[in-house]
């Protein structure tokens, strides 16, 4: 049973940084293609990020490329999301979310989700 859990989300000035983290089930990170998505209030929920399990193969939305980097760490089963220059548009609900392959953007592809950290950007 795959199980995600975010956290790391808070509020944070434009311009600053956070770290999200995704804490998986063990061997989740390895073995599934594993994204971030996020949902901002009465907007759809968007791909922002997708890894290529057992890999360092990494995609990005055009709107975070630049800013957001992935970065793992295998023995904690722990994926993170370093979000830097943060601006009032990343202001979401954040999604980690593991998948089978091939790895695609579109959230249909992904069946494991966890429940969300909350990201506050003010200006």
């Known amino acids: 049973q795959v199980q995600l859990v975010e956290s790391g989300g808070g509020s944070v000035q434009a311009g600053g940084s956070l770290r999200l983290s995704c804490a998986a089930s063990s061997g989740t990170i390895n073995y599934h293609c594993m994204a971030w998505f996020r949902q901002a209030p009465g907007q759809e929920r968007e791909w922002v990020a997708l890894r290529w399990p057992g890999t360092s193969n990494t995609a990005y939305a055009d709107s975070v490329k630049g800013r957001f980097t992935f970065a793992q760490d295998n023995a904690k089963d722990t994926l993170y999301l370093q979000m830097n220059s943060l601006q009032r548009e990343d202001t979401a609900m954040y999604y980690c979310?593991?998948?089978?392959?091939?790895?695609?953007?579109?959230?249909?592809?992904?069946?494991?989700w966890g429940q969300g950290t909350q990201v506050t950007v003010s200006s």
């Open positions: 979310a593991a998948g089978d392959t091939p790895c695609y953007s579109r959230e249909t592809f992904y069946n494991h």
